[in-house]
DNA sequence: GAGTAGATCGGCT
DNA sequence: GCCGATCTACTCG
């Protein structure tokens, strides 16, 4: 396992990057806690131009502003009153690229995972969602714009591995509904693989 | 299996 | 004052 470079990160596509990042392995170390697994699913944030991302039309505000550092830290946010989601921050400095990780499976860790999650033997239900992700890994706002090559999150990679084009997913985003046309950009990416069960979309679109 | 209400609060208009 | 890049539990069938 190797831990990717910043130069991963700071790739100006940022598509080509939530689908490179399938099959790749998220790691924390919260508390002391080394947990982490394969990234199943990944959904892309295209900056200022997207309407389903934070940054659209160049929002900069406190919550945004982590998008809008260089590529290779984290964004994490707070959402429902009790959700975080976490995000790679990609590209340059002032260009707010992000992709939500929305999926793993659970390699390391995996009973802290169940214990944090409060779900003592829901294999399918784990780690099946951005928040679920967050939850079993430990990520919270004192996540927030920190460097991914760091030893509080990170991501690796097998060496000499990669995924035939036919192994993943690409359809709509979720939760995206508010975003108009752009709802409907196939920029959310997943997995197919036994150990891995997506959540229906439920874009309202007709 | 499908559909929906409720939780719960920070960010934004 | 409204609503969200969500999740769970509960209903109905």
């Known amino acids: 396992m190797k831990k990717l ?4 990160y700071r790739q100006t596509n940022v598509l080509e990057i939530a689908k490179m990042l399938i099959g ?27 309407r389903a991302s934070h940054a659209y039309n160049g929002r900069r505000t406190e919550r945004t502003k982590t ?3 260089r590529g290779g830290v984290s964004y994490v946010y707070f959402t429902y009153g009790m959700h975080h989601l976490f995000n790679v921050v990609t590209a340059g400095k002032d260009v ?15 009973e802290i ?23 079993a890994l430990g990520i919270t706002l004192k996540h927030n714009g920190i460097p991914l090559t760091g030893n509080a999150i990170w991501i690796s990679e097998e060496e000499k591995t ?6 993943i997913q690409l359809t709509t985003r979720v939760g995206v509904d508010y975003a108009g046309d752009d709802a409907l950009l196939p920029y959310r990416f997943i997995l197919k693989h036994p150990d891995y069960f997506p959540v229906r979309n439920r874009n309202k679109m007709t």
């Open 24 to 50: 790749k392995y998220l790691f924390t170390n919260v508390d002391g806690n080394l947990c982490g697994g394969m990234i199943a699913e990944t959904e892309a944030y295209a900056g200022v131009t997207d």
């Open 162 to 167: 990669r995924l035939p084009e036919d192994a």
């Open 5 to 8: 470079p910043l130069s991963f």
């Open 113 to 135: 995972q169940k214990i944090r999650r409060k779900m003592p033997s829901g294999e399918k239900q784990l780690t099946n969602g951005p928040a679920k992700v967050c939850q």
């Open 96 to 110: 707010p690229h992000a992709v939500l990780i929305r999926g793993i499976i659970p390699t390391e860790g995996i």
């Open 67 to 69: 998008m809008y550092l």
